[in-house]
């Protein structure tokens, strides 16, 4: 949520339409893992090669322009996605080549093939503006400054509000902390570790590194935009009504015929911040199981953070609520107090802070989590079942010994929830080949990108088939899956678990307050209901309450909403609560998405 500030500035989220006739010649990739991978030679560090010379970068550039030319000419990618980008390399290839046409050619077909409507509207804009102004420059001699603002205006003015609110909002909070240390320190963060174990970046490091040279060269024209997206926003600020308060439900004690438990699969919960609710009472010592990175087990509730981390935690909370209004388009003192200091860091700062958000993240995931699922009802009881999914920032090289150590780590998970009668689970978390792809090249010295991807695969399916079993062998407990963050089909991520299906399964995306669909959240056949993921507020440890966005925060409500009918009528089974939550759903007007609806769902079950 808080890194990568540099794609929600200029992420191009769309597919490319291809004539019919081409179609037929192009081998059709129906999940990730079918594309092909590339590898180049890195022997300058990224952070360095993105602000060298033109003539020093052109070589890398002309590689990764030369593969991606090649895969959208060569497969039908069905993930848009995906697509996008392959596609955002491209733009951002032909804005760094100063290509006019072909910019503007990318930038049509983006917008033709969208799937969300802001998205429709929005793709490409700066880009467009930017090569409009080279255009112009060219035939009228007006300056890049000039032109982009005009075309950014003509862009900007007539935008439906209704339609882009969410997105203009966030831009207009990231934009003005962009600065080229925060677009450098980035990539060193991110990209640097790879090129260091192995001398090379694979193809989604590559197309990363493309897009932030040219996200460095529209740097200076961030200020023009900021300030027209202000204009806009002030202009038409009508606040979305939020739907949610009315169909919330709040249990009572008295109703409440058998307390429940409510398993919360994560990063651990902070036990002080839910007196009275924690699994085995407030002075036990541990409230559930615990397994370490390495997949031993622990006593901790919570996850570890390091001495220097948690002293400084208490300012790292106030950095994280800033950004997350930043993100939701909202304006607040700790809003501006977050922009002030990010544009302040240097290279070297802002990737230490990127690592010490790695940790707080990590530590503070699993207790809003678990707020957000126990949230009006007196009856739920919250276990803990932690272990560690931020898998690319662990340390050590995964092994197929690790990944074995994991599995019987989730087989000892699911014996848990089957013997203590656990009634449902949340799982905010998801994997996928290219994941462990990432871990590897962090870790791994493998520099053969073909060869990593076997072993990732290798990996992954351990892992897949240890998350299956879990469920599989625990069918009196209903699992509650986030579908993800990429924007994208988790089947074709084959995301885990997001892309599995079980009886005793429900996986949720994620809307805003209005109902309106987020434009980071994943979809696809296995995702049954969407729910409240946007801004939603909820503890972390040591008593902070704060607001987050994502599919993280979707699953949870539809956990809450399982745990209250489980509350209610105990003799419920995980496929009859997954029912009266999907048949209580109900679309948006004029949408095809079905929201959860707590009380029409609670009203069915006691009409049933």
């Known amino acids: 949520?808080?890194?990568?500030?540099?794609?929600?500035?200029?992420?191009?989220?769309?597919?490319?339409?291809?004539?019919?006739?081409?179609?037929?010649?192009?081998?059709?990739?129906?999940?990730?893992?079918?594309?092909?991978?590339?590898?180049?030679?890195?022997?300058?560090?990224?952070?360095?090669?993105?602000?060298?010379?033109?003539?020093?970068?052109?070589?890398?550039?002309?590689?990764?322009?030369?593969?991606?030319?090649?895969?959208?000419?060569?497969?039908?990618?069905?993930?848009?996605?995906?697509?996008?980008?392959?596609?955002?390399?491209?733009?951002?290839?032909?804005?760094?080549?100063?290509?006019?046409?072909?910019?503007?050619?990318?930038?049509?077909?983006?917008?033709?093939?969208?799937?969300?409507?802001?998205?429709?509207?929005?793709?490409?804009?700066?880009?467009?503006?930017?090569?409009?102004?080279?255009?112009?420059?060219k035939s009228k001699g007006t300056s890049i400054d000039a032109g982009f603002a005009a075309a950014d205006r003509a862009a900007v003015a007539p935008l439906p509000w209704r339609v882009v609110q969410d997105s203009v909002k966030a831009a207009a909070g990231f934009e003005p902390v962009a600065t080229r240390d925060q677009i450098v320190g980035d990539v060193g963060h991110s990209l640097d570790p790879i090129a260091a174990k192995t001398g090379t970046l694979d193809g989604p490091s590559a197309r990363t590194l493309v897009q932030a040279r040219?996200?460095?060269?529209?740097?200076?024209?961030?200020?023009?935009?900021?300030?027209?997206?202000?204009?806009?926003?002030?202009?038409?600020?009508?606040?979305?009504?939020?739907?949610?308060?009315?169909?919330?439900?709040?249990?009572?004690?008295?109703?409440?015929r058998e307390p429940v438990l409510i398993g919360i699969l994560d990063s651990g919960v902070d036990p002080h911040?839910?007196?009275?609710?924690?699994?085995?009472?407030?002075?036990?010592?541990?409230?559930?199981?615990?397994?370490?990175?390495?997949?031993?087990?622990?006593?901790?509730?919570?996850?570890?953070?390091?001495?220097?981390?948690?002293?400084?935690?208490?300012?790292?909370?106030?950095?994280?609520?800033?950004?997350?209004?930043?993100?939701?388009?909202?304006?607040?003192?700790?809003?501006?107090?977050?922009?002030?200091?990010?544009?302040?860091?240097?290279?070297?700062?802002?990737?230490?802070?990127?690592?010490?958000?790695?940790?707080?993240?990590?530590?503070?995931?699993?207790?809003?989590?678990?707020?957000?699922?126990?949230?009006?009802?007196?009856?739920?009881?919250?276990?803990?079942?932690?272990?560690?999914?931020?898998?690319?920032?662990?340390?050590?090289?995964?092994?197929?010994?690790?990944?074995?150590r994991m599995a019987a780590d989730f087989a000892t998970f699911a014996a848990f929830f089957r013997d203590n009668h656990v009634r449902?689970?949340?799982?905010?978390?998801?994997?996928?080949?290219?994941?462990?792809?990432?871990?590897?090249?962090?870790?791994?010295?493998?520099?053969?990108a073909t060869a990593r991807e076997a072993k990732a695969k290798e990996l992954y399916a351990i892992w897949r088939a240890a998350v299956a079993n879990m469920i599989a062998n625990a069918p009196g407990t209903l699992f509650v899956a986030a579908a993800g963050n990429g924007d994208n089909d988790a089947t074709f991520a084959q995301d885990v678990p997001a892309s599995l299906s079980y009886p005793n399964l429900i996986t949720v995306g994620a809307v805003n307050q209005a109902g309106d669909a987020t434009g980071f959240t994943s979809y696809g056949p296995t995702v049954a209901v969407y729910a409240d993921g946007f801004?939603?507020?909820?503890?972390?440890?040591?008593?902070?309450?704060?607001?987050?966005?994502?599919?993280?925060?979707a699953a949870p409500n539809v956990t809450n909403l399982a745990g209250k009918l489980f509350a209610l009528d105990p003799a419920l089974t995980p496929a009859q609560a997954r029912a009266l939550i999907v048949e209580g759903a109900r679309p948006v007007p004029g949408g095809k998405l079905k929201l959860i609806d707590s009380r029409r769902t609670v009203t069915l079950l006691r009409s049933g």
Not at 224 to 234: C, G, P, Q, S, T
Not at 371 to 383: F, L
């Open 214 to 256: 040219a996200q460095l060269l529209l740097l200076p024209l961030l200020a023009i935009d900021a300030k027209m997206l202000d204009a806009y926003v002030a202009k038409h600020n009508v606040v979305k009504p939020d739907i949610w308060a009315a169909r919330e439900v709040t249990l009572r004690p008295p109703q409440i």
């Open 535 to 553: 801004h939603v507020a909820s503890k972390i440890p040591r008593g902070y309450t704060v607001r987050f966005s994502g599919t993280s925060m």
């Open 424 to 448: 449902v689970v949340n799982m905010s978390w998801g994997d996928q080949v290219s994941e462990f792809e990432e871990w590897l090249a962090k870790t791994d010295p493998t520099s053969d």
């Open 273 to 404: 911040d839910y007196p009275g609710l924690m699994y085995g009472g407030d002075s036990a010592q541990q409230h559930g199981l615990a397994f370490a990175d390495d997949g031993t087990p622990s006593t901790s509730d919570t996850y570890p953070l390091p001495p220097n981390v948690a002293a400084d935690y208490p300012r790292l909370v106030k950095l994280m609520t800033g950004t997350s209004d930043m993100q939701s388009g909202i304006v607040s003192p700790e809003a501006s107090a977050a922009q002030a200091y990010l544009r302040s860091l240097n290279v070297a700062q802002d990737e230490a802070f990127a690592r010490e958000m790695d940790f707080v993240g990590e530590y503070s995931h699993g207790s809003h989590v678990a707020g957000i699922a126990s949230r009006g009802n007196p009856g739920a009881r919250i276990v803990v079942a932690r272990f560690d999914d931020n898998l690319p920032n662990l340390a050590f090289a995964p092994t197929v010994a690790w990944a074995k």
């Open 1 to 137: 949520m808080i890194r990568r500030i540099s794609a929600c500035l200029l992420a191009v989220l769309a597919g490319l339409a291809i004539p019919a006739a081409a179609q037929t010649a192009r081998a059709v990739i129906t999940d990730e893992t079918q594309l092909p991978r590339f590898s180049y030679p890195m022997p300058t560090p990224p952070s360095q090669l993105v602000v060298a010379s033109d003539a020093a970068f052109a070589p890398f550039l002309k590689a990764v322009e030369g593969d991606v030319d090649r895969t959208l000419a060569s497969y039908e990618i069905r993930d848009r996605a995906t697509r996008s980008d392959y596609l955002a390399t491209r733009l951002a290839g032909e804005v760094l080549d100063g290509d006019v046409a072909g910019a503007r050619a990318t930038v049509a077909a983006l917008r033709a093939a969208q799937g969300k409507p802001d998205r429709a509207l929005l793709a490409g804009r700066l880009q467009l503006a930017y090569v409009t102004a080279l255009a112009d420059q």
